[in-house]
């Protein structure tokens, strides 16, 4: 099993404080025919120095510059990242998170001829890697409607993806700000079939979260986020309504009203007609309520908020076309 060369891709910015307990967890790999592709997007304080000294003790580590001519953000450095890689699999890796020692090595076990994803678990920790919490691996009914409702817990870290299965896909999207894991995970996991996947109920990384990157972004009220999310919602609304899925259409229906209202109190208009056009054209097509299409453009049109038609919308269930 340690003829396949795994690519672990890490896009980072401004790191230079945590990352070498990232680096140090993957030089502790028990399984060692990988190679370490790390994209930096701009860093402006030590990130570069101290990756250098990785790189030269250790020629499976490499360290690349988000070309000029690529859109800032982690999106691009990852694209950026899997363009430059060279391995048969591929694991994107969070710059301040930690695997397990055998992180790769029990991915690798689970290889087989049809197999194009690996899943893992992992735990979240505080960014002191204190407080474990169990990311918990659930399929309650298949596998993309349980990852979208959150019952199947996988992030970036967890899936290692076999590199002809991407080789003619759309991997990030470089225009998203918020979610681009979830988009890309909602779009691949859509309709696939049970045999081209193994998950591995264990723990094998620690997923760092920042307290103070939480309370900012839940306090903060960002267009570009907002508009980022309301794509993906869009997406997922129209999957469920592919799959004629009550469960999935009715949850998604409700995050976008949710955040159509949300614009309305943020004076983000354009989110609300993309949400409202958006909607119209799913419904119009495939579902029988013209009442929330009337609801949706009534209020867009005039531009206002009304605290009854929120009520009334909240209590909507949808009906499919015969």
Known sequence: MDNFLVSIIIPTYNRGHLIAETLNSISSQIYTNWECIIV???????????????????????????????????????????ELSKGDYVNWFDDDDIMLENFIANKILQIGNNINIIFCSGYIVDEFLKGEEL??????????????????QVITNSVLFKRSFLQDKVL????????QENELLSRLLFKMPKESYKYIDEPLFLYRQHDVTKTQQNKSYI????????????????????????VLVDFFYYHLMV???????????????????????????????????????FLTILNINSYKIYKYLSSKRFYFKK
């Open 40 to 82: 930096d997007d701009g860093s402006d304080d030590n990130t570069e120095e101290v990756i250098s000294e990785y790189v030269k003790s250790d020629s499976r580590f490499q360290f690349h510059h988000r070309p000029a001519n690529k859109p800032k953000g982690g999106n691009a450095a990852r694209n950026y990242g899997f």
């Open 223 to 246: 267009f570009k986020n907002k508009e980022s999310q309301a794509y993906t919602y869009i997406a997922n609304f129209r999957r469920g309504i592919n799959l004629k899925d009550k």
């Open 259 to 297: 955040l159509y209202f949300t614009s309305y109190e943020n004076n983000h208009r354009e989110n609300r007609i993309f949400i409202n056009k958006h909607i119209t054209k799913s419904v119009y097509k495939n579902i029988s309520n013209w009442d929330i299409i009337l609801c949706f453009n």
């Open 135 to 152: 990311l918990k691996l659930e399929i309650k009914e298949f596998l993309y409607k349980d990852y979208v409702l959150w019952n199947f």
């Open 172 to 179: 990030f999207l470089d225009f998203l700000t918020r979610g």
